[in-house]
Structure formats: C-alpha cells, structure tokens
C-alpha cells in the first residue's frame, strides 16, 4: 500500500482480524501442514515480494497473532500504529520471529518508540480485546475470512495479497481514488 500511495490518494485504515483464533499460544509448526500447500503459498508470495522488492521468509511456524493484534491497538491509540504494524511484519516475515511471545512484542513496542513497561502493563491487562472481538465480528459480517482483505465502495472485498498494478486498477475501478498530483521540483542554487 505504501508503494501504491506514491501513485495515487489513497486512505487506509487497518483493522485487526484474527484468522486463526484457535492456533494454540505457543503457535503451530509449519512442519504440520502439508507440504504443497506450503509450497504453493511461500512461491505465490516470494512471486508478490519480488515484484514489490520486500524480503520474505516463510516462518517455520504460525504464530498466535492475538498478542500482536493488542499491541496494535496499544500503538494505534499512542500514534505509533504504522511504525508498530511494519516492525511486527518484519519481525515475523524477515525475521522468523515468534509474534505470539509477550517478549518479542514488548522488544518490538520499545523499538517503536512505545514505553516497553508501560506497553507490557497494557498487554498483561488486556485492556483492547473487546475492540478485537468488535473488529472480529465486523469483519466476519463484511465476509472477511483473510488477509489481508481491503473494502472498496462500490468494489466490496478484496481479499489476500494483491499486486500493485492489480490493487490499483482494483482502487481506481472502484472510484475511491485520484492521482496524486505532482509536486512542483524545486531547486536550490548556490
């Protein structure tokens, strides 16, 4: 999204959505899923990750996002949402890190610039799961089952990984966006 906002005008509002809320705390290893599914689905994405020039690694296991997704709220109500949400990606997908480990997030938090006593106080109490189930249930009722997933007016639910040149003709098909205008070149002489 970020390279597709240079193009064009886009607002964003990320939401979260727990795919797999029965995945166990301590995760699933990858090992335990059949191994052409996984196959398949690392190629599509280091297809996807090639063509926007972002490094990708498959984890070796899937991680209980319910953690990540309360810190999310924690760092979206301190301002510091998007610097949190691209520091938990890399983390999983670059990193091979554990996103379901209170450790991990709270590292993360501190990184981000959030108070690592003050962010693992906040997660320890939890305080953001009913927005969680709020923004589970809504989703469920827009037809989201994945993600991500993106609501377009008048385009309904796109869901999973999309190009930059699919998403914008999704995006400029649907009315919901304009060219960014260009900015003037400036010039400084000495």
């Not at 690592?116 to 009913?130: L, P, T, V």
């Not at 923004?135 to 997933?149: D, F, K, N, T, W």
């Not at 699919?166 to 002489?189: A, D, N, V």
Request: aromatic share 6%; charged share 25%.
């Amino acid at each position: 999204m970020q390279q597709l906002s240079e193009e064009i005008a886009i607002q964003s509002n990320w939401r979260p959505f727990e795919i797999h809320p029965e995945t166990p705390q301590e995760g699933l290893s990858i090992g335990r899923f059949p191994t052409e599914i996984v196959e398949r689905l690392n190629d599509n994405i280091q297809s996807l990750a090639a063509e926007l020039n972002i490094e990708f690694r498959m984890p070796r296991k899937l991680a209980n996002s319910r953690l990540a997704l309360l810190g999310g709220e924690i760092a979206r109500e301190a301002g510091k949402f998007e610097a949190y949400h691209e520091a938990v990606f890399r983390a999983y997908f670059q990193l091979d890190q554990d996103i379901g480990d209170l450790e991990v997030l709270v590292q993360i938090a501190e990184a981000v610039g959030l108070g690592a006593d003050d962010f693992g106080e906040s997660m320890r109490e939890k305080r953001h799961q009913q927005a969680l189930q709020v923004a589970h249930e809504q989703a469920l009722s827009m037809g989201i089952m994945a993600v991500p997933s993106f609501v377009l007016p008048d385009a309904g639910v796109i869901s999973g990984v999309q190009s930059c040149s699919q998403m914008k003709q999704l995006i400029e098909k649907s009315g919901s966006s304009q060219k960014k205008k260009q900015e003037p070149e400036t010039r400084e002489e000495l």
